[in-house]
């Protein structure tokens, strides 16, 4: 197929669709975003996964989402909690990233006459984002296709997946010694702090596949 932009931003789901890209896009780019995330570790856990990878990384600020706030995500003051957000929606939960995010890349694609988009989002195992769901991603690719008056086609291979099922993908696609040098995080530690929701789903889908979580035993 022709090129596509894959969003990477370091983390599990991220590098496991960068690796499944690769096998069937070319050229492949990646796009990561700095917005004032408190696990900015993961920007350079992006550029060793690209480096790895050998897909060209490019990094954009995008700090309205750290200026607009109200996310345990951005900067360091609050708790972590898989609640505490509105409608019950995990503190973590940063409204309108995951639309910013595939904006900037259709725009970005736009200008290399690229087509396709890859996002991580995944609805089935995920913390409850309703930016995850193949509802809101089906319809952000038609809005951007209407208001660019350009064909844009958004794949999301994880979308239906659980966390055990992502890890034996990420085998298939041979994306485990990348896997190691990922940040899942919240917190923003190496070694990972293992108690935020992240770590935690990391944990659980490493545990129900059966599969050693490499981040965990590198050296």
């Known amino acids: 197929m022709d090129g596509a932009v894959c969003l990477t931003s370091g983390g599990q789901d991220s590098t496991t669709c960068l690796f499944w890209a690769k096998a069937r896009f070319a050229p492949l780019r990646a796009l990561a975003f700095d917005y004032g995330q408190r696990h900015r570790l993961e920007l350079d856990a992006a550029r060793v996964i690209c480096a790895l990878a050998e897909v060209p990384l490019t990094v954009l600020p995008l700090m309205i989402l750290r200026d607009l706030g109200g996310s345990a995500l951005i900067g360091s003051g609050t708790t972590i909690q898989a609640s505490g957000g509105r409608d019950g929606l995990p503190n973590t939960f940063v409204p309108g990233r995951n639309v910013l995010f595939l904006t900037v890349a259709a725009a970005l694609a736009y200008q290399y006459d690229i087509h396709d988009l890859i996002i991580g989002a995944c609805e089935t195992d995920s913390s409850g984002y309703p930016d995850c769901r193949a509802q809101t991603i089906q319809a952000l690719a038609q809005t951007l296709q209407l208001g660019m008056d350009y064909a844009v086609r958004i794949h999301t291979p994880l979308m239906h997946l659980t966390k055990a099922q992502t890890?034996?993908?990420?085998?298939?696609?041979?994306?485990?010694?990348?896997?190691?040098?990922?940040?899942?995080?919240?917190?923003?530690?190496?070694?990972?702090?293992?108690?935020?929701?992240?770590?935690?789903?990391?944990a659980r889908g490493f545990a129900e596949a059966g599969v050693p979580d490499p981040l965990l035993h590198r050296t």
């Open 167 to 202: 890890v034996l993908l990420a085998q298939e696609v041979g994306a485990m010694e990348a896997l190691g040098h990922s940040h899942t995080c919240y917190e923003g530690c190496y070694p990972p702090c293992g108690q935020c929701p992240a770590c935690q789903l990391r």
